[in-house]
């Protein structure tokens, strides 16, 4: 069976869910293939009118929201204002109250299956808790999924925003490829797929280069207590301050952006320093891992002159056998990347569910 070699899973495992599957309704056959010298074998697709999952890519100051349907179209995305810094209870129930408006004005197909959160900051996705962010002093601790799922009546999952970018990236990549996925937006984190699946690490903080400490530097004070991290040089707040003590009027990282489209050359040359510092840091990490791809999303990824001088500096500082099929771009989704892997992730825990109600002779919830 094809998709028993794909998920590398015995062909009995994977003919017991696909049967709790179809009985659930969210797949059923289409036809047959071509015969390979034996039986024809049976065509699978998704009911993708089965159902939807919400999911939710929240930053500092903003959340992108978005519904995703059964097959992993994304179907609507919504973007609106959103402060971390807030009280973290206050905070999901806005998250939620949004989420709820949403859902009750759009027409997605089927049933509401559950809810994914990207969250920026270290999470511990069994227990869906934040556990460390040096960037939401007032989160450490706090379990934000059982906060979510206090608002809603569909099951919640959460985990870090790098995290489901890498995700989703993975998704649409060959199977079994490792990949090195950064997020650089206000602050800089990254996501690791190792052949083909998610490394959260042990406590949750796998990937998390923007506290590693860089003579650039400095003695520079940085959130998560340490002095000259990454993110307080190279970061999209370390820009704004930056530049703002040199005399510039820019308000956010998008300004940034905006102003280095314009070609403003001491915003532009702030950019580039930006991204030859970020490959400095990702060259330790190409030469130890050796990816297939350094795929790079938020918003300093929208600059060209950050993401050359990313790709400069990993061809100057890496192995020659490490860069030689390395591939370095930009994640495939843009912005919209992290809500696809918060899709990846919801639909995996809907079809996780039904699997295991029919391996139990249940139904999928409704």
């Not at 070699?5 to 062909?11: E, H, I, T």
């Not at 179809?22 to 034996?38: D, H, L, N």
């Not at 959160?117 to 040096?134: H, K, M, N, R, Y």
């Not at 809500?339 to 699997?355: D, F, H, N, R």
Request: net charge neutral.
């Amino acid at each position: 069976m094809d998709l028993a070699r794909l998920l590398d899973l015995p062909q009995s495992t994977v003919s017991v869910r696909i049967h709790a599957l179809m009985a659930a309704g969210m797949m059923s056959e289409s036809g047959q293939g071509r015969s390979q010298g034996g039986r024809r074998p049976r065509l699978l697709r998704v009911n993708a009118e089965f159902g939807h999952v919400w999911t939710a890519d929240v930053g500092s100051r903003h959340v992108r929201i978005g519904a995703i349907d059964l097959a992993g179209t994304l179907l609507r995305v919504r973007e609106s204002p959103l402060d971390i810094n807030g009280d973290p209870e206050t905070v999901m129930a806005d998250l939620a109250a949004q989420i709820r408006f949403l859902a009750n004005e759009t027409q997605c197909p089927g049933r509401w299956l559950g809810v994914a959160v990207g969250l920026p900051g270290p999470v511990d996705v069994s227990a869906g808790a934040v556990t460390w962010a040096s960037r939401m002093p007032r989160w450490r601790g706090f379990r934000a999924r059982a906060a979510l799922s206090a608002h809603l009546e569909v099951p919640v999952t959460v985990d870090n925003d790098a995290n489901l970018m890498a995700l989703g990236e993975s998704r649409g990549q060959p199977p079994g490829q490792t990949l090195v996925v950064v997020k650089a937006g206000t602050g800089i984190g990254s996501g690791l797929v190792i052949e083909g699946r998610l490394h959260r690490g042990r406590a949750g903080v796998a990937g998390d280069i923007g506290h590693v400490r860089m003579s650039a530097g400095a003695d520079n004070p940085c959130s998560c207590g340490n002095r000259g991290c990454l993110e307080t040089v190279a970061s999209g707040a370390a820009l704004v301050a930056g530049l703002r003590a040199r005399g510039f009027d820019l308000a956010d990282t998008a300004a940034v952006m905006a102003a280095a489209e314009d070609a403003e050359p001491t915003v532009t040359t702030a950019v580039r320093q930006a991204g030859l510092l970020v490959g400095e840091v990702l060259a330790t990490v190409v030469n130890f891992a050796n990816p297939d791809a350094v795929l790079l999303g938020g918003v300093l990824s929208g600059s060209e002159a950050f993401v050359a001088a990313v790709r400069g500096a990993l061809y100057e500082r890496c192995l020659p056998l490490a860069t030689s099929a390395l591939r370095i771009d930009r994640v495939r989704g843009g912005p919209d990347a992290g809500l696809v892997g918060a899709g990846v992730l919801a639909l995996e825990a809907a079809l996780e569910q039904a699997a295991e109600a029919g391996r139990s002779g249940g139904r999928a919830a409704p």
